[in-house]
């Protein structure tokens, strides 16, 4: 009995780790998909990760997905390519 209770508290100390160390992939116990879950800005995303299958590749999905979320609050949106002349025509001439 003793042994349960301290388990049970290690248990929750990981709990608690996990969730202040802001770890956002688990598993879902009914699908057995992994989901990426975190907050930005106080809103909530909330993404499933079809095709990971381990948690390395959930954590490295879940990677690229914050760098997406990233770089569009930055703005460093990919430029559209410009062709030069029409760079030259649009803004050297002028």
Known sequence: MVFFFIAEKIYHCYLIRDYLCNK????RKDTGKWVCDFYYNGERIVKTLK????KKEAESAEAVIM??????A????AK???RF??????????
Request: no cysteine; aromatic share 20%.
């Open 24 to 27: 956002a992939v688990r598993r």
């Open 74 to 77: 930055y703005g460093f949106d």
């Open 80 to 82: 559209p390519d410009k």
């Open 85 to 94: 002349e029409d760079f030259v025509i649009e803004t050297f001439l002028p």
């Open 51 to 54: 095709f990971a299958r381990t």
């Open 67 to 72: 760098n997406q979320v990233f770089q569009q």
